[in-house]
């Protein structure tokens, strides 16, 4: 069981900027496959940025020069740095880490965390 917590949401105003972070339990932190989903009201969650073990990264097009993810194996925490912010980035984002283990791979959810781009 792994748990995830995240901080750093609030109020900004387009243009600004926000930084997440999410603290993960346990002791093998540093072989999880670490993501940030977002899920804006009415919508499915999409795929922001993910971070491998090997600290290999992918972002999704809309977020692509704007948010930067990382991680800190030491505090078993990943970051997503977001710049350049604009009102459609608006939404609940989540933490999740992909954990493989004997019997497959699998997923765990942090509670979410509310960003909010406006004037």
């Known amino acids: 069981q792994v748990q995830l917590v995240e901080s750093g949401g609030g109020l900004v105003q387009p243009g600004g900027f926000l930084r997440l972070s999410c603290a993960a339990s346990g002791s093998m932190f540093r072989f999880y496959t670490m993501a940030w989903y977002r899920q804006a009201p009415g919508k499915q969650r999409d795929l922001v940025a993910t971070?491998?073990?090997?600290?290999?990264?992918y972002y999704a097009e809309s977020v692509k020069g704007r948010f930067t993810i990382s991680r800190d194996n030491a505090k078993n925490t990943v970051s997503l740095q977001m710049n350049s912010l604009k009102p459609e980035d608006t939404a609940v984002y989540y933490c999740?880490?992909?954990?493989?283990?004997?019997?497959?791979?699998?997923?765990?959810w942090g509670q979410g965390t509310q960003v909010t781009v406006s004037q």
């Open positions: 999740k880490a992909l954990v493989s283990g004997p019997g497959g791979q699998y997923d765990y």
């Open positions: 971070i491998t073990s090997g600290h290999s990264t």
